[in-house]
């Protein structure tokens, strides 16, 4: 029995050796956790890197996406034949709805003044297809492009888009900085 | 041959045969309107603020205190049945399963591996607190603030015990699983832990179809089997049963008070409560013995022998790799060996990256690949061998304990207990002594 | 349960065989499930069919054959013109270079600014867009003029000079200005005139081209209306032609043609972006034939730009690749 007893305690003063180098070391990383104090990290699409084959739409844990389509204004054309908008006008130049690209019909489209035209999202339309961002990225100034809406992101540790595109083009950024602006056009 | 030299990829950096081609090009400014139009702004909402990570750590900090009071002072089991209903609903439904401790053992791997990763400090802590908690109060965690434990706790309605070498054999995969994750989050490929986490569909009330299927089998199995998750797949689940295992409080079996009934291992769906070697079992000394000896040789080989393998597969698991595939795929079309692009390569190609520079990426890559599954066959070598030798060890219980690394503190054993006198489990001061199974030293 | 009472751990050889078979079986499946997973799903190129039809051209629509591809060893070509012994200039890369008539390459100039553009005067002097200016250089690469920007948000996409003034296209501004060989603006073409109906030049990204026709009016691109018009120099618009659409005839887009070049006898050749395609018009517009279809260029193709030879050959800058494409027509004889 006084065997057994030397052999508890023993084993008792391992653990107890075992939790307090465990304690240390958990504080060491805490301690150096807090004071570099790393920022958290969300997803986000590289609109250079986009190649808009629609997996955005689909990918996306949530239903809807989380990707929608954003529109910059300030690089727009304000086309009259939007191509983010229109399909392919055989013949001429027809703007009526059944030419429409988007299959949600989330672009509205509004007469500024002659011969401007402005689109805008509805992003409650929305899915993040790229239809829009394929036709506008092709034809003309890449004004239309996808990003994840950040109030709308589960912040999923893996993002399951990141795993199905093809190109490596949602990545992470920091939190403070979360959107990534197209501030250069395509030709 | 899907096979290429480091050489020749240092030749091809030196005469970059593709030009590189810019695609910006100085915008064209928007039209001079004269209606006195002006540009609508971008609408571009900001992130969850920061402030409630800390919500989050605290919430988390809380339910791992009051778990452990519950089980230690309380005595309580419903107690901890609302928390881990709590937890389900917040950390589950709420915040949609992520961020999870079990997760962001993937970040620390990536963090550890990768210098342009940093950890957020919020990641780290989910990860530090519950292990912490464990080192003194055992497992906590598993018992109530993990959403994925507390779903397959609640549906639980009569545990059936596995076959001894089901058991046996099921509860390694969660060290091979912990062995692959690490490697796949540290070489930057994906979070495996994260891919294929079975119930965080459910949070979410969607996700992707192989993996809700495993998830509603799995949650069918839990019904009658104790948290199979949990036992047989939780990476994080090892790292907790290490750091149990040394806890300071925990479940022990009073041997004064025991009278070895054995309703507390019956009430137990974990099969944590290991009950008294019956004699009848034991093998002749020598038999044991020469036996031990021959696993304990075999060990070293086995790790051996599983690292070669792991060096030899590390080629084939690096092709999982995004930057790696591509990287294959470029080469092939840059020699003319394959003529149409796929989506990525067509990507790559028009991104105008040199591919010296895609190759220079790769190969780090492959090289991280070829430490970390050498690494990762020498841990599976290790992790079955090691399982051996402890089956082959014999070791006499005269009393009934409860094993603190395989305990997920669920207080179902309390009330099992017939040696309760007249004191009854739900008062919440501390009892020590008339019940058989105590928390307590 | 008596099967757990009589436990587990201790039990007899042939079970502990099993599990020891067991757990090398569970391994090896956990470790064949890691590293076969597929981490991605099967390609979707639904989006791409939308123009497949258009990015093949029917045979007897094709009235040229490509019998030159001289590469430029130029990162990012801007703008290309024929030089008078029948070589070739080309800017980009804040480089001046010099093809001879074989394509191979002769010279290279460094230059102080980013090129956009680049003509050759009838008198041998070579007018480049620098950006926002215009610098005039010797054929042996001396600048010999640098004219001031006249705007704030200029770039210029195209130079034409005739034997008194020179036009050039500033498509950051949205005008063509004319100004003479002192770089002094005479007058500017482009603007909006409500009074005759004319709404101005719509360049929704930035291309516009210009030429001087041989009566000596001015030819201006107006991409936003998908057609070339033509206007006074003194900047009254005259006529236009050119109507939108996808088909071979039109212009395909929101906005094209982005450049365009008179052949010797007066037709018109125009190259168009989104389905890249360089076709010949008429010198009253008509659709005759198509130079070069789309599935000449690679995909996501940008940035192409044209010369008209005097033997009637057609110089195609393709950007992507790097590369100037001679085509003659299909009966014509090798240049």
Not at chain 2, 141 to 164: E, K, N, T
Request: net charge positive; charged share 20%; with cysteine.
């Amino acid at each position: 029995m006084a065997d057994k007893g030397g052999l508890k305690s023993r084993r008792e003063f391992l653990a107890e050796g075992a939790r307090t180098a465990g304690l240390i070391a958990a504080s060491m990383a805490a301690g150096s956790l807090v004071t570099r104090r790393a920022e958290a990290t969300v997803w986000q699409i590289d609109p250079l890197k986009c190649i808009q084959c629609g997996r955005c739409a689909t990918a996306c844990v949530l239903t809807p996406s989380a990707v929608k389509c954003l529109h910059a204004h300030v690089s727009c054309g304000y086309c009259r034949l939007c191509f983010g908008l229109f399909r392919d006008q055989r013949s001429g130049n027809e703007t009526t709805a059944e030419n429409n690209r988007c299959p949600t019909d989330a672009i509205r489209r509004a007469f500024v003044e002659d011969p401007y035209f402005e689109m805008t999202i509805d992003e409650d339309l929305c899915i993040g297809c790229a239809r829009c961002v394929k036709g506008c990225n092709a034809f003309g100034n890449g004004s239309l492009f996808l990003q994840i809406r950040q109030d709308l992101c589960a912040r999923c540790n893996q993002c399951a888009i990141a795993l199905a595109c093809p190109v490596g083009a949602v990545e992470r950024v920091p939190v403070s900085q979360p959107y990534r602006m197209k501030t250069e056009v395509r030709r | 041959m899907r096979r290429y030299s480091e050489a020749i990829w240092i030749l091809v950096g030196m005469f970059p045969v593709v030009p590189a081609w810019a695609q910006e090009q100085q915008r064209q400014p928007p039209p001079e309107f004269r209606s006195g139009y002006a540009l609508p702004p971008l609408n571009a909402p900001m992130p969850r603020a920061e402030v409630f990570t800390v919500v989050d750590l605290l919430v988390l900090l809380a339910v791992l205190s009051l778990t452990a009071w519950f089980l230690l002072g309380a005595r309580s089991r419903a107690g901890v049945r609302v928390l881990a209903v709590f937890s389900l609903l917040y950390f589950g439904f709420y915040r949609l399963g992520c961020v999870c401790s079990i997760g962001a053992v993937q970040n620390v791997a990536l963090a550890l591996v990768e210098p342009g990763y940093v950890l957020p400090w919020s990641v780290g802590l989910f990860f530090l607190l519950p292990l912490v908690f464990a080192l003194f109060f055992g497992r906590v965690f598993c018992a109530a603030a993990c959403p994925l434990g507390a779903l397959q706790d609640l549906v639980l309605i009569r545990s059936r015990r596995l076959p001894a070498f089901l058991e046996q054999g099921l509860s390694l995969i969660p060290y091979l699983y912990l062995g692959a994750g690490l490697l796949m989050a540290a070489t930057g490929t994906s979070f495996l832990f994260c891919q294929y986490d079975p119930f965080v569909g459910f949070f979410r009330f969607g996700g992707p179809a192989t993996v809700m299927a495993f998830g509603a089998a799995l949650l069918l199995l839990s019904t009658v089997v104790g948290r199979p998750f949990c036992r047989f797949l939780c990476p994080y689940g090892v790292l907790l049963r290490a750091c149990s295992g040394v806890a300071r409080w925990r479940v022990r079996i009073a041997p004064s008070a025991c009278v070895q009934c054995h309703l507390c291992a019956d009430a137990c769906p974990f099969g944590a409560i290991r009950p008294v070697t019956p004699n009848a079992d034991l093998e002749p000394r020598p038999v044991g013995r020469r036996r031990l000896a021959v696993l304990i040789l075999l060990l070293p080989l086995l790790v051996i022998g599983f690292s070669a393998l792991g060096h030899l597969a590390s080629p084939a698991l690096a092709r999982q790799n995004r930057v790696i595939a591509l990287a294959e795929r470029v080469w092939l079309e840059e020699q003319g060996q394959l003529w149409q692009t796929t989506e990525a390569s067509e990507g790559f190609w028009n991104s105008g990256r040199p591919p010296a520079e895609l190759y220079r990426e790769a190969l780090a890559v492959r090289r991280r690949f070829g430490i970390g599954a050498t690494l990762l066959g020498g841990w599976f070598g290790l992790v079955v061998g090691g399982r051996l030798i402890l089956l082959a060890m014999r070791r006499r219980r005269t009393e009934y304990e409860a094993d603190p690394g395989a305990c997920l503190s669920c207080a179902r054993c309390y009330a099992a207990c017939p040696v309760r006198g007249e004191v009854s489990i739900s008062l919440p001061h501390r009892v020590t002594g008339e019940t058989g199974v105590t928390w307590s030293r | 349960m008596s099967e757990g009472k009589n436990a587990v751990i201790h039990g007899e050889p042939r079970r502990r065989f099993l599990s020891s078979a067991f757990l090398s079986l569970s391994s090896v499946v956990t470790g064949a499930l890691a590293g076969c997973t597929p981490n991605r799903p099967a390609p979707n190129a639904a989006l791409d069919t939308e123009y497949e039809s258009l990015r093949r051209v029917p045979p007897e629509r094709i009235g040229y054959r490509q019998v030159a591809q001289w590469f430029l060893r130029l990162q990012e070509p801007r703008g290309i013109a024929l030089a008078p012994d029948g070589g070739l200039y080309a800017v980009g890369d804040r480089l001046l270079v010099r093809l001879a008539p074989d394509g191979s390459l002769r010279e290279s100039y460094s230059l102080d600014a980013e090129p956009t553009c680049v003509t050759c005067a009838p008198d041998g002097l070579l007018y480049l867009g620098l950006t926002d200016r215009v610098g005039v250089y010797t054929p042996q690469g001396h600048r010999v003029a640098l004219w001031d920007p006249h705007a704030e948000r200029s770039l210029l996409t195209a130079i034409a000079v005739g034997d008194r003034e020179v036009y050039v296209a500033d498509a950051g501004s949205r005008v063509v200005l004319r100004c003479d060989l002192e770089g002094r603006v005479r007058s500017r073409i482009g603007a909006r005139d409500d009074t005759r109906g004319y709404s101005g030049l719509i360049l929704p990204s930035p291309h516009l081209d210009v030429v001087i026709a041989p009566d000596g009016q001015v030819l201006v691109s107006n991409p936003g209306q998908h057609r070339i018009e033509t206007h006074t120099p003194e900047g009254r618009f005259v006529s236009a032609w050119g109507r939108p659409g996808s088909s071979l005839d039109a212009f395909c887009g929101c906005c094209n043609p982005t450049d365009f070049a008179l052949l010797p006898d007066g037709r018109f050749v125009t190259c168009e972006k989104g389905i890249p395609r360089v076709k010949v018009y008429s010198a009253q517009g008509v659709f005759e034939s198509v130079v070069a279809p789309p599935e000449v260029f690679p995909s996501h193709t940008l940035g192409l730009d044209l010369a008209a030879g005097r033997d009637g050959s057609i110089s195609v800058l393709d950007a992507k690749s790097a590369c100037v494409r001679v085509f003659i027509p299909a009966g014509g004889r090798a240049a």
